[in-house]
C-alpha cells in the first residue's frame, strides 16, 4: 500500500470506529419511580366535556375534563352552570338564559332532545346554538360528524327540530350543504 492508501485507510477505520462505538453502551431496564401518567395512548379518547360559549370572536368550543367519558345529558347541565373561573378570566360567557325549572334531555341515534321550562322562540340565535352544539358535539359516534347529529329544542309550547351545528352555529338541518360526490 502506497502512504495515499494507508491515509485513507486510517481514516476509514477511525470512521467506523467513531461511528460504531461512540461510548454509549447497552443496559437493562431500570425501575425508578411510578409511570408516567396524563399521556393519551393511540386511539384512546380522553374523558372531556365539550361546551360552547361565546368569547369576543363568536361561539366557541371548550373542553372539560371529566372523570367518565360524558354524554349530552350530563354537558347541557355544564353548560346550564356557565364558564368556569378560568373561562370567565378568558372572556368567554354564556347568552343561555337562567330557567326555573328542569332541562330534560333524552338521546337516541343521532338524536337529541332537550326539554326546557322556556319559551325556545326566545332563546337568542347564540343560546340556540350553545345548547345544539354542546349536545351534539357530546353524542356523536366515532366515525360520524357533528352535524350528523339532529337536535331538537322544545319549551314553551314550541317545538324547533332538526337542528344541527355546523361551524359552532346551530342551523335546520336542510340548510348544513353536503359533500359532493367524489368523482
Do not use: W
Request: net charge positive; charged share 20%; hydrophobic share 40%.
Amino acid at each position: 500500500m502506497t502512504g495515499r492508501g494507508l491515509r485513507h485507510a486510517a481514516v476509514a477505520a477511525a470512521l467506523l470506529t467513531a461511528l460504531a462505538g461512540c461510548g454509549v453502551t447497552t443496559t437493562d431496564v431500570i425501575d425508578v419511580g411510578q409511570p408516567a401518567t396524563g399521556a393519551k395512548r393511540q386511539g384512546e379518547v380522553a374523558a372531556e366535556a365539550k361546551l360552547y360559549f361565546m368569547s369576543p370572536t363568536g361561539v366557541t368550543q371548550v373542553t372539560r375534563p371529566a372523570k367518565a367519558k360524558l354524554g349530552a345529558e350530563d354537558a347541557i347541565v355544564l353548560l346550564l352552570e356557565g364558564p368556569d373561573e378560568d373561562q370567565r378570566i378568558r372572556g368567554l360567557y354564556t347568552d343561555v338564559p337562567k330557567m326555573k325549572g328542569e332541562v330534560h334531555v333524552t338521546t337516541g341515534t343521532l338524536r337529541v332532545g332537550i326539554q326546557m321550562p322556556y319559551n325556545v322562540l326566545r332563546l337568542s340565535p347564540v343560546a340556540r346554538s350553545q345548547f345544539v352544539c354542546t349536545a351534539a358535539a357530546n353524542e356523536v359516534p366515532r366515525g360520524r360528524q357533528i352535524h350528523d347529529v339532529k337536535v331538537e329544542l322544545s319549551g314553551g309550547g314550541v317545538v324547533i327540530s332538526d337542528l344541527v351545528c355546523d361551524s359552532n352555529n346551530a342551523f335546520p338541518a336542510a340548510k348544513v350543504p353536503t359533500p359532493a360526490p367524489t368523482p
